[in-house]
């Protein structure tokens, strides 16, 4: 059964850093696209970035120049450094990976809060 694990969150100040990881686990018949999403309290899912097979990258405006999403295949890993964060951040991080089936699993977030 294919599982996908985040960690990585927590609290920081703004201005500071994070760097988000998520380990897939389980037999993944070829992984297509991976990215990340987050939901804050009240507010619709949203895309933050995504990577694909080829390692294009896109993001979403507001993340542009301080957010930065890798991958490594090899360990079935997606990373999202985030840089210069702002208290607009705060949300759950869902790591979600999708298979050459077209096939979408989701890991159980991390949250993460800026604050002063």
């Known amino acids: 059964q294919v599982q996908l694990v985040e960690s990585g969150g927590g609290l920081v100040q703004p201005g500071g850093s994070l760097r988000l990881s998520c380990a897939a686990s389980?037999?993944?018949?070829?992984?297509?696209?991976m990215g990340w999403y987050r939901q804050a309290p009240g507010k619709q899912r949203e895309l933050v970035a995504t990577?694909?097979?080829?390692?294009?990258?896109n993001y979403a405006d507001s993340v542009k120049g301080r957010f930065t999403i890798s991958r490594d295949n090899a360990k079935k890993m997606v990373y999202l450094q985030m840089n210069s964060l702002k208290p607009e951040d705060t949300a759950v991080y869902y790591c979600n990976v999708r298979s050459a089936w077209a096939t979408d699993f989701w890991g159980q977030g991390t949250q993460v809060i800026v604050s002063s």
């Open positions: 990577i694909n097979s080829g390692f294009s990258t």
């Open positions: 389980g037999t993944i018949y070829g992984i297509s696209v």
